[in-house]
């Protein structure tokens, strides 16, 4: 039984801790889109890229292959509030509209960051590998003139996944050594308990015997008198 609870509460504890981790890796993507949407790309995003400046549209196209795009980020899009993609390292992708999800307008409307598994399936993921997950981040951004649009970051799930495990193999042995240390200071405790018991036994089978003993040497003298 305590083999059975150990292994149990060990299979919980590795997938609440790699649950933990996952999440956490996902909240750590939300953070470096954050970071790299108002630190790398706001400072060199102008108007000019809502008419394809090509000045802008290089300046922009430069900071994000070289400072961005790395690691597990593995595609930038940049959304106009009418569903239009003003830039995206696939370049497939610039000027094409989209309808906007639900997901996205409630971003351009709260101005939190929102996350999710991508749907692969949507026109816009047309150019994405079918076989590869995918978390995307949004965040709403502005021009330096003030314009509002919609920054999207995809990083690789996979790589989300493994940074959860790697977190989860960091905590494994303490919290599995723990399970069997406490299991391990047990084994004394349950030896003692089942000594006791087995002495009780003893003791109630003595009194029992002394007991029907002496009932029949009560027997044997009432027939003597």
Do not use: C
Not at 33 to 45: F, R
Not at 94 to 99: A, D, L
């Amino acid at each position: 039984t305590g083999l059975i609870a150990l292994v149990t509460i060990a299979v919980f504890t590795a997938w609440a801790s790699r649950s933990l981790g996952t999440k956490a890796a996902i909240d750590s993507a939300n953070r470096r889109a954050t970071l790299t949407a108002h630190v790398a790309v706001e400072p060199v995003l102008d108007n000019g890229i809502l008419t394809g400046d090509p000045q802008s549209m290089k300046r922009l196209d430069d900071i994000i292959r070289r400072q961005v795009l790395r690691g597990t980020l593995t595609r930038i899009k940049i959304w106009d509030t009418d569903g239009t993609i003003r830039y995206s390292d696939e370049t497939r992708l610039i000027g094409r509209k989209f309808q906007l999800q639900a997901d996205d307008l409630e971003a351009l409307r709260s101005g939190e960051t929102e996350a999710g598994l991508s749907d692969l399936s949507e026109p816009e993921n047309q150019y994405e590998e079918p076989a590869k997950q995918l978390l995307e981040v949004y965040l709403p951004v502005t021009t330096q003139q003030g314009h509002p649009m919609l920054f999207e970051a995809y990083f690789e799930y996979s790589g989300i996944t493994e940074a959860g495990r790697q977190l989860w193999l960091q905590f494994a042995p303490f919290s599995l050594g723990a399970l069997v240390l406490l299991s391990l200071l047990q084994v004394p405790l349950v030896l003692s308990l089942a000594r006791r018991l087995r002495r009780t036994q003893y003791q109630r089978e003595d009194l029992l015997r002394n007991a029907l003993e002496a009932t029949q040497e009560e027997r044997r003298r009432i027939a003597g008198d």
